[in-house]
């Protein structure tokens, strides 16, 4: 299914949002989203599948709703990844799952990414789950209040939401010694500074880009100590800037293919991942 939006202008649009209206979200919304959830479990390779709770689902007991330790207000529908104990593939859960995030945003809603301020637990009973699987992201969908709690706004300035690193710190040009500018990554600029853009988790932003005349080279730089051994989150996160890179490079029409090379450039302190042929 097709973006209606340019995916330069969802990405731009997107942020977190944590406090949300009382309101349902229009049937003909609610459609969309579901044969988008459709498809994104027919085409997926890995052992994943993505669920909308919604309505009376998301509801668990006696009217409590499901539960994020207050980080999330006024929410009545998630999007749930379902992830098999056994798939270690974080790459393509986050890719996939911002596919999902970026299309309820072409429809005018809003969310949050939620890896770990939500009630597991909660989470696990509404929807069933079998002994083999778990809930690794879930994130609230609905429409966001136009003031925010001050919960949120404090949560926001803890975690510099609203910055990114600088270009000199993310993208390089042949070697970790020379950054990269975005004169030298054209036509491609648009397309990493749309990875700078993305989302992540505690907003580490943990991508790293090596350029070279075979193409850009992605990588993990991890933040020592961080996240849970269960799920491999800062890869998640690298998903998310594969989603941005692609799916701008395919608006702009340049070329281009995913490949994981068998002898990468090797950095120390980064783990490489995968690379953007051209
Ligand atoms: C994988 C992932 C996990 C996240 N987990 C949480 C979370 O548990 N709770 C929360 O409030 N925000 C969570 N976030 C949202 C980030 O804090 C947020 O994306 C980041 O601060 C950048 O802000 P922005 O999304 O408004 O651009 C998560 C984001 C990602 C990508």
């Not at 994943?48 to 539960?67: E, P």
């Not at 999902?100 to 990414?113: P, Y």
């Not at 993305?198 to 790293?208: I, L, M, T, V």
């Amino acid at each position: 299914m097709e973006f209606q939006h340019s995916v330069l202008d969802l990405i731009k649009t997107r942020i977190s949002s944590r406090t949300f209206k009382e309101l349902a979200i229009e049937e003909r919304t609610l459609e969309k989203l579901k044969s988008y959830i459709a498809e994104l479990n027919g085409e997926t390779k890995i052992k994943a599948r993505f669920v909308l709770v919604n309505g009376d689902d998301a509801v668990l007991v006696q009217g409590k709703k499901l539960g994020t330790y207050g980080f999330i207000k006024g929410a009545g529908s998630f999007l749930v990844g379902v992830l098999d104990k056994a798939e270690p593939d974080a790459l393509e859960f986050g890719y996939l799952f911002e596919k999902l995030i970026l299309f309820a945003t072409d429809l005018g809603l809003d969310s949050c990414w939620l890896g770990g301020t939500f009630k597991k637990s909660d989470f696990e009973k509404s929807l069933n789950l079998k002994d083999n699987e778990y809930i690794p992201i879930v994130s609230p969908v609905g429409y966001a209040t136009e003031k925010r709690r001050i919960l949120e706004t404090a949560m926001r300035s803890f975690v510099g939401a609203a910055n990114r690193k600088p270009w000199s710190e993310l993208f390089f040009d042949g070697s970790i010694a020379k950054p990269l500018t975005e004169d030298k990554a054209a036509p491609f600029s648009s397309a990493l500074e749309m990875v700078r853009l993305g989302p992540s988790a505690s907003n580490k932003q943990p991508w790293r880009v090596l350029m070279d005349e075979k193409g850009f080279h992605f990588y993990i730089c991890r933040t020592k100590g961080y996240g849970v051994p269960s799920y491999d989150v800062q890869l998640n996160d690298i998903g998310i800037a594969k989603c941005h890179f692609e799916l701008c490079a395919k608006e702009l029409e340049l070329p281009g293919l995913w490949q994981k090379l068998e002898n990468p450039v090797s950095v120390a302190s980064w783990e490489y991942v995968c690379s953007w042929m051209s």
